[in-house]
């Protein structure tokens, strides 16, 4: 079992920063491959990025390429996600999520997501 808490949401004005944090519990975190997903207001959950377990790569949809990135420190059961150049369309409860084997597929444990909203 992993139970994912995070933190670092809030209200920033476009162009603005923010890092967000998701503190995994668990002996075992380094062993999953560690998603983030956003969902804004009436639409779809949507996959942002992914960090995997065994060699660290990460993966980012293209509306955040270049402007966030994922990493994770596995002393710290943590995972990262710093947003750069944000717009008003990257709004949204952004979550963390866990799951073996790769990005893709079937993630197995959530958090309870934290709010980004960014001002025009």
């Known amino acids: 079992q992993v139970q994912l808490v995070e933190s670092g949401g809030g209200l920033v004005p476009a162009g603005g920063s923010l890092r967000l944090s998701c503190a995994a519990s668990?002996?075992?975190?380094?062993?999953?491959?560690m998603g983030w997903f956003r969902r804004a207001p009436g639409k779809e959950r949507e996959f942002v990025g992914g960090v995997s377990w065994s060699d660290g790569n990460t993966y980012y949809v293209d509306s955040v390429k270049g402007r966030f990135t994922i990493s994770r420190d596995n002393a710290k059961n943590t995972v990262y996600l710093q947003m750069n150049s944000l717009k008003p369309e990257d709004t949204a409860v952004y979550y963390c999520?866990?799951?073996?084997?790769?990005?893709?597929?079937?993630?197995?444990?959530w958090g309870q997501g934290t709010q980004v909203t960014v001002s025009s």
């Open positions: 668990g002996r075992t975190f380094s062993s999953y491959t």
């Open positions: 999520a866990a799951k073996t084997g790769t990005y893709t597929g079937t993630y197995n444990y």
